[in-house]
């Protein structure tokens, strides 16, 4: 099983960016699913989460500003992100907790995606 993050980059304040996860492999079910950002000599946060029935949860930094999504046929999560701020500077990884078709559940992580907002 792999997380494949992409659609990370450089943008302006006030802009917009949106980064997907696509989930591959020997896949059954995906449970909840959210992405998380590290900033340089800060701890890992969560930026927000889906389960697989829908139900959502963010952060407060991001409320109002960001969208977590999922398409379940593409086992795939999208986080749009906009009115960017210089704060929001990070490396956004996903996390997905799924199982697998041996019926092993265990929480998976992506690669990194560096997202750099500029003043």
């Known amino acids: 099983v792999q997380l494949q993050a992409s659609g990370g980059g450089l943008v302006q304040a006030g802009g917009s960016q949106r980064l997907s996860c696509a989930a591959s492999?020997?896949?059954?079910?995906?449970?909840?699913m959210g992405w998380y950002r590290q900033a340089p000599g800060k701890q890992r946060e969560l930026v927000a989460s889906i389960s697989s029935g829908g139900s959502t949860n963010y952060a407060d930094s991001v409320k109002g500003r960001f969208t977590i999504s999922r398409d379940n046929a593409k086992n795939t999560m999208y986080l749009q992100m906009n009115s960017l701020k210089p704060e929001d500077t990070a490396a956004y990884y996903c996390?997905?907790?799924?199982?697998?078709?041996?019926?092993?559940?265990?929480?998976?992580w992506g690669q990194g995606t560096q997202v750099t907002v500029s003043s």
């Open positions: 996390n997905a907790d799924l199982v697998n078709i041996y019926y092993v559940r265990r929480r998976y």
């Open positions: 492999g020997t896949i059954f079910k995906i449970n909840d």
